[in-house]
């Protein structure tokens, strides 16, 4: 395989459901069974990192979407890093680097800052590229008000938009809420 593949960047709308249930079936692989239909509507809607073998099969995929988050007195545009996954005969060959630095450059280009929710085997990669974890409390606008999230604090990670500077975390991050996993 050629040692470095393309970057494809689509939006959703831009996929076919072939390409989509392909894209899917690559995440259902892995996260072996710990990625269920809410983990997918997550992933749907914004931006698309894909690198495809020689045959067109996804081997890596990355999203970003849009999140409302509030903080203090102010309502951000977050772009929020989804379904990160390189195909288990591909790992530790860049891949995932190359799809979290597509997905920064959307960031970087369209969000104030980006987030994101890192599983254990995730985390060294964004901490590599520089994403810190998010030092102060974490919330969600939930159906019956505030919700908070001391579960997600310790594994949420944030990333300044090229030239705007991070929230003060002096004041939480409320998220705007969805079924499933909130962050």
């Known amino acids: ?25 690559l995440l259902d692989a892995a996260f072996e069974g710990n990625f269920d239909d809410d983990d997918w509507d997550h992933a749907l809607g914004g931006m698309h990192a894909l690198v495809l073998d020689p045959y067109g099969r996804p081997i890596a995929h990355g999203s970003v979407v849009q999140r409302r988050v509030q903080h203090a007195d102010r309502s951000y545009r977050a772009g ?12 530790r060959e860049g891949l995932g680097h190359r799809v979290t630095a597509a997905l920064e450059r959307v960031i970087d280009t369209a969000y104030d800052f980006g987030a994101l929710s890192a599983s254990d085997e995730g985390a060294a990669l964004y901490a590599a590229r520089g994403w810190q974890v998010w030092p102060g409390r974490l919330a ?7 919700v908070p999230l001391p579960e997600e604090e310790g594994s949420t990670y944030v990333r300044p938009a090229a030239g705007r500077p991070l929230p003060d975390p002096g004041h939480p991050l409320h998220f705007d809420w969805r079924d499933g996993d909130v962050l």
């Open 140 to 146: 969600a606008f939930g159906p019956a008000g505030t």
């Open 80 to 91: 929020y890093v989804e379904a990160v996954a390189v195909h288990t005969l591909y790992r």
């Open 1 to 25: 395989m050629d040692s470095h593949p393309a970057v494809r960047i689509a939006h959703t709308c831009d996929l076919t459901p072939a390409e989509l249930a392909r894209g899917r079936d």
